[in-house]
Nanobody, 115 residues
Framework: QVQLVESGGGLVQPGGSLRLSCAAS????????MGWYRQAPGKQRELVAA???????NYTDSVKGRFTISRVNAKKTVYLQMNSLKPEDTAVYYC?????????WGQGTQVTVSS
C-alpha cells in the first residue's frame, strides 16, 4: 500500500515562488517514477512534471524553465520547486505514482497565484 501526502501550497503573488513536497509511505519509492499533476477549475487534470527512479525529468511546455522536480529517495519525498509563478498556474496540485497496474494519488494541495 502506498500513501502520498502533499504539502507546501498556498497563496502567492505573480512572480513569486513555492515549493511543494510529496511524502510517500510504503515500499518501492526508490524504484518508482513520480509525477506532479494539476487540475484547474473546469479543466482536465494535466501532467506538470515527472521524474524517473534514475532522476531523468520531463516537463509540460508551459512550466519549462520555471519549475523543477526533484527527489530524495532517503526521505521518500519528491519536490516541485515553482518559480516565476503566473495566475494560470493556479490549480490543485497532486502527486502521483504507480505500482504495477495500480495508480496512487495524494489528496492535493491548492496553489493560488493572485495579486
Amino acid at each position: 500500500q502506498v500513501q502520498l501526502v502533499e504539502s507546501g501550497g498556498g497563496l502567492v503573488q505573480p512572480g513569486g515562488s513555492l515549493r511543494l513536497s510529496c511524502a510517500a509511505s510504503g515500499s518501492g519509492f526508490s524504484f518508482s517514477a513520480m509525477g506532479w499533476y494539476r487540475q484547474a477549475p473546469g479543466k482536465q487534470r494535466e501532467l506538470v512534471a515527472a521524474i524517473t527512479y534514475g532522476g531523468s525529468t520531463n516537463y509540460t511546455d508551459s512550466v519549462k524553465g520555471r519549475f523543477t522536480i526533484s527527489r530524495v529517495n532517503a526521505k521518500k519525498t519528491v519536490y516541485l520547486q515553482m518559480n516565476s509563478l503566473k495566475p494560470e498556474d493556479t490549480a490543485v496540485y497532486y502527486c502521483n505514482t504507480a505500482r504495477g497496474p495500480y495508480s496512487y494519488w495524494g489528496q492535493g494541495t491548492q496553489v493560488t497565484v493572485s495579486s
